[in-house]
């Protein structure tokens, strides 16, 4: 999906599993949230979702990818992360951002972290491997949400393994654990600023 405006992640596969109507990670150019008759019937009050959120200032074009939507993701059982975002802006250094949303428990929140960490390291080096990454190419980000805990940032990034710490450092990759980045530029994502 092409999109120069904000866009929404969801991830209804637990809420859709008991369902006829099973649904899995969709994108949207809307909040989920305006659109109350197409979501799943019986969704917790804390529902929430990822928000990719484009700045006021230019005009950045990129992509979004549902890797779940992907049959050479799935098909070999490896584990992948759930999307994938690139900017299209033509610039020395664009952005590339991996996504992995947990629905788990606040408290559970540092425990899916490791897990996130190799799902997206996963990801990236399956499409290293495929020559679909060219490494220094872009500023890489791994993004792990956690939409139903509302206090970001979440995930302690060190206390991933050491093999996957590692990779992150030697590929200079920035690790943020939120539910909202604001595409800041052609070239960095960043958290968007909270009144204090």
Same mark, same amino acid.
């Given at each position: 999906?092409?999109l120069?405006?904000?866009?929404?992640?969801?991830?209804?596969?637990?809420?859709?599993?008991?369902?006829?109507?099973k649904?899995?990670v969709?994108i949207?150019?809307?909040?989920?949230?305006?659109i109350?008759?197409?979501?799943?019937k019986?969704?917790p009050?804390?529902?929430?979702y990822f928000?990719?959120?484009?700045s006021a200032?230019?005009?950045i074009?990129?992509?979004a990818?549902n890797?779940?939507?992907?049959?050479?993701?799935?098909?070999?059982?490896? =584990?992948n992360?759930?999307?994938?975002?690139e900017?299209?802006a033509?610039?020395?250094?664009p952005?590339l951002?991996?996504?992995?949303?947990?629905?788990?428990?606040?408290? =559970?929140?540092?425990?899916?972290?490791? !897990?996130?960490? !190799?799902?997206?390291?996963?990801?990236?080096?399956k499409?290293? !491997?495929e020559?679909?990454?060219i490494?220094?190419?872009?500023?890489?980000?791994?993004?792990?949400?956690?939409?139903? =805990?509302?206090n970001?940032?979440? @995930?302690?990034?060190?206390?991933?393994?050491?093999?996957v710490?590692?990779?992150?450092?030697?590929? !200079?990759?920035?690790?943020? @654990?939120y539910?909202?980045?604001?595409?800041?530029?052609?070239?960095?994502?960043?958290?968007?600023k909270?009144?204090i």
């Amino acid at each position: 999906m092409e999109l120069d405006s904000d866009c929404y992640v969801a991830d209804f596969t637990e809420y859709t599993k008991s369902s006829p109507h099973k649904r899995g990670v969709e994108i949207s150019r809307v909040p989920f949230s305006e659109i109350p008759k197409l979501l799943p019937k019986n969704l917790p009050d804390d529902f929430n979702y990822f928000h990719l959120k484009k700045s006021a200032h230019g005009n950045i074009r990129y992509i979004a990818v549902n890797l779940e939507e992907n049959a050479s993701f799935i098909e070999d059982g490896e =584990n992948n992360c759930e999307c994938l975002f690139e900017s299209l802006a033509e610039c020395k250094k664009p952005w590339l951002m991996f996504l992995e949303m947990k629905y788990c428990s606040e408290k =559970n929140t540092d425990n899916w972290t490791n !897990k996130a960490c !190799k799902q997206m390291k996963g990801t990236y080096e399956k499409l290293e !491997k495929e020559s679909l990454i060219i490494p220094e190419s872009r500023h890489v980000y791994f993004v792990y949400s956690v939409p139903r =805990n509302p206090n970001e940032p979440f @995930g302690s990034f060190e206390t991933t393994q050491s093999d996957v710490l590692k990779f992150i450092k030697d590929k !200079k990759i920035h690790c943020l @654990g939120y539910n909202t980045l604001l595409i800041a530029t052609a070239s960095h994502l960043r958290p968007p600023k909270k009144e204090i």
